[in-house]
């Protein structure tokens, strides 16, 4: 750490938790009571869009007041660099965790992907798409407690007039994981993340990831085209109803999805995830 981010603002960094090709986060201290620290790096504090999804990701986080999503208390976008600043959670997210084998995860799994519908649909419910659900963006501690993060490419979903004549959105976010809606560059609602939620279950239960290609426009054409994989076909060992259930989540037409988390929650609640054994380890996303 360089002398001029022993300090940013009033906020004292302690230890680097993540670290990414714009950002970073950090733990910080201040008045004896801990936060973490998003800031911009260096060589990207003056590029307008970071400085825009550090915005976007802080107007969006300020409105949540759930504990299944992480709260955002402060931004600074003039600060230099611009930073905001969160509560502070002590946890990794789901893909290190399954990925250095925890063994208390796979046990807990079905808290585990509660929670992480509570939270997003708690994101739905104060007017957001959050459009980069994965296991990367939800923490997890040993208490199962999860929450929601990263809201930097969230968007409102465009109404009236706007969702008929605003044109294609940007495609963001992360193609092993994108509807087919996003793909297409459509106004987002609710049912894009569902479709999201229902490929990374697809991979933390399943095993590994629904499609794979040999490149990232296979990949795309995939969830564009292919057919919806079974995921007891990944892991025999999960029950029909369940198997139905994520199904529907990865449903093509959005139409045929849940049309929101609330009422697949209420379905997920009655339906057994397991027959016998455990699920496998986690493969790779891209």
Same mark, same amino acid.
């Not at 925890?102 to 649909?121: D, H, N, R, T």
């Not at 025999?236 to 959005?254: C, E, Q, T, V, W």
């Given at each position: 750490m360089s002398k001029s981010f022993e300090y940013i603002g009033s906020y004292r960094l302690l230890r680097q938790l993540n670290t990414g090709r714009s950002a970073q986060v950090w733990e910080g201290v201040k008045d004896g009571k801990h936060y973490c620290v998003k800031f911009l790096n260096e060589d990207m504090k003056a590029d307008k869009q970071c400085v825009a999804f550090l915005h976007t990701e802080y107007e969006a986080?300020?409105?949540?007041?759930?504990?299944? !999503?992480? *709260?955002?208390?402060?931004?600074?976008?003039?600060?230099?660099? =611009?930073?905001?600043?969160?509560?502070?959670?002590?946890?990794?997210?789901?893909?290190?965790? &399954?990925?250095?084998?925890?063994?208390? !995860?796979? =046990?807990?799994?079905?808290?585990? !992907?509660?929670?992480?519908?509570?939270?997003? /649909?708690?994101?739905?419910?104060?007017?957001? !798409?959050?459009r980069d659900v994965k296991p990367d963006n939800f923490l997890c501690n040993r208490e199962c407690e999860v929450k929601l993060i990263d809201f930097s490419i969230a968007q409102r979903p465009k109404k009236g007039l706007g969702a008929l004549f605003g044109g294609k959105s940007v495609i963001q976010g992360t193609r092993s994981y994108m509807s087919p809606e996003h793909i297409r560059g459509e106004n987002l609602d609710a049912r894009a993340d569902i479709y999201s939620l229902g490929c990374m279950i697809f991979q933390m239960v399943g095993g590994r990831m629904p499609y794979t290609g040999v490149n990232s426009d296979d990949l795309l054409t995939k969830h564009l085209k292919a057919p919806v994989p079974s995921i007891q076909a990944a892991n025999?060992?999960?029950? =029909?109803?369940?198997? /139905? &259930?994520?199904?529907?989540?990865?449903?093509?037409? *959005?139409a045929k999805r849940h049309d929101n988390l609330t009422l697949w929650l209420r379905e997920f609640r009655k339906t057994r995830m397991y027959q016998t054994g455990k699920a496998p380890k986690l493969e790779e996303d891209s």
């Open positions: 986080g300020k409105e949540m007041d759930h504990p299944r !999503v992480i *709260k955002l208390l402060e931004g600074h976008m003039t600060g230099n660099p =611009p930073s905001i600043i969160m509560e502070y959670f002590d946890a990794l997210n789901l893909k290190q965790l &399954l990925w250095q084998g925890e063994k208390w !995860v796979i =046990p807990s799994m079905y808290q585990i !992907v509660e929670g992480c519908a509570e939270g997003l /649909a708690y994101f739905h419910r104060k007017g957001w !798409v959050h025999p060992n999960l029950h =029909p109803d369940f198997s /139905a &259930l994520i199904g529907r989540m990865m449903a093509k037409d *959005k």
